[in-house]
């Protein structure tokens, strides 16, 4: 079946623009998970959504970033007035979220340059 | 929170030759501990995982092994081909909560001929 796919795969932006970053998770998986990977890093949690509670913000770097995620599908990752920074690969992760260990699988990621 | 570390950072063998890439972690109640292949350019892929309720697990050239005792796991990668060729992410998670992962820094794997 589809896994994991994110949009766009790749974004070029200009510093102090904003970006949003799309991500269709698995049908059928409540559980959705963003990542980021900075150039030669492991990937660095983000905020985690699951089922209709409140999503885990713990890993957002600040208030310029936010996501969504609208009638438990599909994810939008937005980061306000971008910095150079920022840029990396965004990864989106989902998992069944059943029983007691979850399998995360990911989508192949938006890399982002903020010029 | 959890912390990952893993080692080495780069790691090139012959083809044939074995692979073992180690990692720890300092929360004692994390309990699953899975590894992905990161080929250029696609994200990671879930190659094999173990949980803390079992000590070994193989999957053909494949093994991970974990010793809770020291919190520790490592990826044993037997036979190995050019295709093995990649960046591999330790990770650990405490599952029945935020299962969020805590990846280690990741390990580059070239497999020469």
């Known amino acids: 079946g589809a896994g994991v796919s994110q949009s766009p795969s790749n974004k070029v932006t200009e510093k102090g623009k904003d970006v949003e970053l799309r991500c269709d998770p698995i049908s059928g998986h409540t559980a959705l998970y963003w990542y980021r990977q900075s150039l030669g890093q492991g990937l660095e949690f983000l905020i985690y959504?699951?089922?209709?509670?409140?999503?885990?913000k713990s890993g957002l770097p600040s208030d310029r970033f936010s996501a969504e995620r609208t009638g438990g599908s599909v994810s939008t990752l937005t980061i306000q007035r971008t910095q150079q920074e920022d840029s990396a690969v965004y990864l989106c992760?989902?998992?069944?979220?059943?029983?007691?260990?979850?399998?995360?699988?990911f989508g192949p990621g938006t890399r982002l340059l903020v010029l | 929170g959890e912390n990952v570390e893993q080692h080495p950072s780069t790691l090139s063998v012959q083809e044939g030759d074995s692979a073992v890439i180690k990692c720890t972690y300092s929360?004692?109640?994390?309990?699953?501990f899975p590894w992905y292949k990161q080929e250029l350019g696609k994200g990671p892929q879930l190659i094999i995982d173990i949980r803390s309720n079992v000590g070994e697990k193989k999957d053909q050239r494949i093994a991970v092994t974990l010793n809770k005792t020291a919190k520790h796991f490592s990826l044993h990668i037997t036979e190995t081909q050019p295709e093995d060729s990649a960046v591999y992410f330790c990770?650990?998670?405490?599952?029945?909560?935020?299962?969020?992962?805590?990846f280690g820094t990741g390990t580059r794997l070239q497999v020469t001929l």
């Open positions: 959504f699951q089922g209709n509670s409140a999503p885990d």
């Open positions: 929360d004692s109640a994390s309990n699953y």
């Open positions: 992760a989902s998992s069944l979220a059943r029983g007691r260990y979850e399998t995360q699988y």
């Open positions: 990770a650990a998670s405490i599952t029945g909560t935020a299962s969020k992962l805590t």
